[in-house]
């Protein structure tokens, strides 16, 4: 029984770091998607 509860303790946390894993990804798409427009736009400006 005791075996059980320390699983149910864990749950939650378990939860809390695949939210952290899955916001982490967001964040890292953010920065990729921002040095994208970064690099068009200097490049639109070299253009020039």
Do not use: W
């Amino acid at each position: 029984m005791k075996a059980l509860d320390a699983l149910a303790l864990n749950r939650p946390d378990r939860r809390r770091q695949q939210a952290l894993k899955a916001l982490a990804a967001l964040a890292v798409a953010e920065r990729d998607i921002r040095a994208l427009g970064t690099a068009r736009a200097d490049r639109a400006r070299s253009d020039d």
